[in-house]
């Protein structure tokens, strides 16, 4: 049963990857994409990896949402382009992503529900991750930090060209 | 974490601490020349730290990073060229508006993501490594604040080494999937054996050597690179070629020493395919360049071609070490040459100006207006070419000789073509520096005397480590740990 589950999950990634690839705007590419993160995080899950699961719809799914608004907001829409957004957003398009939602929500029902379905056998908690990250991979964690200060930096130095271009376009 | 840990990891807490100390400093106090300062301070502090810890026996951090001579060697040399850059960076943005500052901050962050890669012993270590001096030169490359080349260089390297970053990821998931670990030593150990033909290990390991050949830019993966060495500022053009190249390469031929990967035959003959492409193909397009930046993009194209041969070598000789020694005295040369020649166009070029002094135009008769600049380059267009008593010719000699030993007469003879081709273009600068006349249409900017008292060092030592090579080779043998050094 754990097989079917697994094949239904990653199907509907697969799929909506490819309709993130292939839809022209950039909003319905969108949705998709947050499908495909949930199918991922449901294969997670399968794989006994809950805690993966979890990060995956906090950061992935939810950054990436957050993310978007902040560009959205940045773009400063006239109302000719609300009018364009609400064209984007209108129902009809909403069809297919709550189709595939739901299958996935029924699947996290039914795997919930029983006994802990999982194709690999040997579930990881939350804990045991912590543990190991801040023991055999300490170097690693101190590593990432790093990494998002280079990140931090360089998008600050290359933000700041841009928006002191903007300001004196405006004043 | 125990004490010995902290010992070991010392030159890395310098890097480390040294970066805290100077993002501290940025946001409280900003000043160029104490920026300049304190970060030269700090890398000279890690490289005391790396010479330091150079004679302890190897020292194994929880799987994840290796610390040994090997690690110590190249550390030393990432340090040094980032030490480089910085004194070389200060006079090209001289007078330059805008923010200056974090143009070390993240050099120095740069160098710890090298020198990680230099002691990985895991893939995960392998990826962060990668991925912090990426991520720094993304934003190094499209540093400027005016002008367009810049910030096109930066986005096709951070597309295009977005997707290497992502190939070789992909690789490493195979890889794990295949054998169920990511630490090199398990994956080269019996235990862990897998049957070598299995289809996901080999599908792994081609994914991650696709996307090394990419970040080493070998021939098939080699166009992003002109465009990127043209359009980013001269000295993160030199970094870029050594210290990105060298980071790399530190990590594969780790992997390939502690994993054996290059005993498999497909791996060996996509790698020696590879090498002659590299040298054949970065050598004849180098022919036509009238820009002098693209041209020592070919031309390092090339070097990492030749470079590969110790690579192989490691996979063919009964003894890896020679192939070790090999790959790190090709290095150094490399290193010196290079950020040489990259340095003589950073002193002659300004970030106020339009473009960098990259046009072969900006060197006719540069040696009656500009001698010792003209001097340093022709040492290292020598010494990339290969002449006697430069270090480019003791480098070459090694990997010659490491070669014959291995019998990989293809490859030697690729070497040798792909050099005699590199005379024909190396010369031409040379010729077109001593011609009379012309050039008096550009205007170099004034003399920069930290640049060309660091350019003086290099020139020095290229042809000191060319005459009398023996320090330079014991010291390599000893770090290493061959015995009789």
């Known amino acids: ?171 | 974490m125990i004490k010995q840990d902290f010992v070991a990891l010392a030159p890395y807490l310098a890097v480390a601490g040294g970066i805290v100390l100077l993002m501290l400093l940025v946001s409280f106090w900003r000043s160029v020349r104490v920026m300049l300062t304190m970060t030269v301070v700090v890398l000279l502090v890690s490289l005391g730290l790396v010479g330091v810890g150079i004679g302890n026996p190897p020292h194994l951090i929880s799987g994840f990073l290796l610390i040994d001579g090997y690690a110590a060697l190249f550390n030393a040399l990432f340090i040094i060229a980032a030490i480089v850059t910085a004194l070389l960076a200060y006079g090209y943005m001289r007078g330059r508006g805008g923010e200056q500052e974090e143009f070390y901050l993240l050099l120095v962050l740069a160098t710890l993501g090298a020198m990680t890669m230099a002691a990985a012993h895991h893939f995960a270590a392998v990826l962060l490594g990668l991925e912090i001096l990426s991520i720094s030169l993304y934003v190094l490359i499209g540093y400027s604040e005016e002008g367009h080349p810049p910030l096109e260089a930066a986005l096709k390297y951070l597309v295009l080494s977005g997707v290497a970053s992502t190939t070789m990821l992909f690789g490493m998931a195979l890889i794990y999937n295949a054998t169920g670990t990511l630490v090199f030593s398990e994956l080269g150990s019996t235990d862990f054996a897998v049957p070598r033909d299995e289809l996901y290990y080999l599908a792994g390991q081609g994914l991650l050597f696709a996307g090394i050949a990419f970040k080493l830019s070998l021939v098939p993966f080699h166009m992003w690179t002109p465009d990127v060495y043209q359009g980013a500022p001269a000295p993160v053009t030199g970094f870029l070629a050594t210290v990105s190249k060298g980071a790399v390469f530190a990590f594969v031929l780790r992997y390939a020493l502690i994993t054996d990967v290059l005993a498999i035959p497909v791996m060996s003959t996509v790698l020696l395919v590879f090498a002659v492409l590299s040298m054949l193909g970065g050598n004849l397009l180098a022919l036509l360049q009238n820009n002098v930046k693209r041209l020592l993009a070919y031309s390092s194209i090339a070097h990492i071609g030749y470079l590969l041969i110790a690579l192989l070598a490691v996979g063919v000789l009964a003894d890896s070490l020679i192939a070790v020694e090999a790959s790190i005295v090709y290095l150094v040369g490399y290193f010196l040459m290079t950020l040489a020649a990259f340095g003589v166009v950073t002193v002659l070029s300004s970030s106020s100006m339009e473009v960098d002094a990259e046009s072969i135009d900006a060197y006719t008769g540069l040696f009656w207006r500009r001698p010792l600049c003209a001097v340093i380059m022709t040492t290292a267009l020598l010494s990339l070419t290969g002449i006697p008593l430069t270090v480019g010719f003791v480098a070459k000699f090694y990997l010659i000789a490491t070669g014959a030993e291995g019998g990989m007469w293809l490859l030697l003879w690729a070497l040798v073509v792909g050099s005699a081709i590199a005379v024909y273009y190396y010369m031409r600068v040379i010729f077109v520096m001593v011609q009379k006349g012309g050039g008096d249409s550009y205007t170099h900017p004034s003399v920069k005397v930290e640049g060309m008292a660091v350019l003086v060092v290099i020139g020095l030592s290229l042809i000191l480590f060319g005459v009398y090579p023996s320090p330079l080779i014991d010291f390599v043998r000893s770090s290493i740990g061959i015995a009789g050094g």
């Open chain 1, 1 to 171: 049963m754990e097989v079917v589950l697994f094949y239904i999950a990653a199907s509907i990634a697969l799929t909506t990857s490819i309709l993130v690839i292939t839809r022209t705007t950039a909003s319905h590419a969108l949705i998709y994409l947050i499908v495909s993160l949930l199918a991922v995080a449901v294969i997670f899950y399968l794989l006994g990896a809950p805690f993966a699961a979890a990060l995956e719809v906090v950061i992935y799914a939810g950054a990436i949402m957050v993310l978007f608004l902040f560009v959205v907001m940045m773009l400063n829409l006239g109302p000719s382009q609300v009018a364009q957004e609400r064209r984007w957003l209108e129902p009809r398009m909403w069809i297919g992503p709550s189709i595939l939602t739901l299958i996935l929500f029924f699947e996290m029902v039914y795997i919930l529900a029983g006994t802990p379905a999982l194709t690999s056998g040997v579930a990881v908690s939350a804990k045991e991750v912590g543990e190991r990250l801040f023991t055999t991979y300490l170097l690693g964690v101190e590593l990432a930090g790093f990494l998002l200060l280079a990140a931090l930096v360089g998008s600050y130095h290359l933000g700041r060209r841009y928006m002191r271009a903007r300001r004196e376009e405006i004043g």
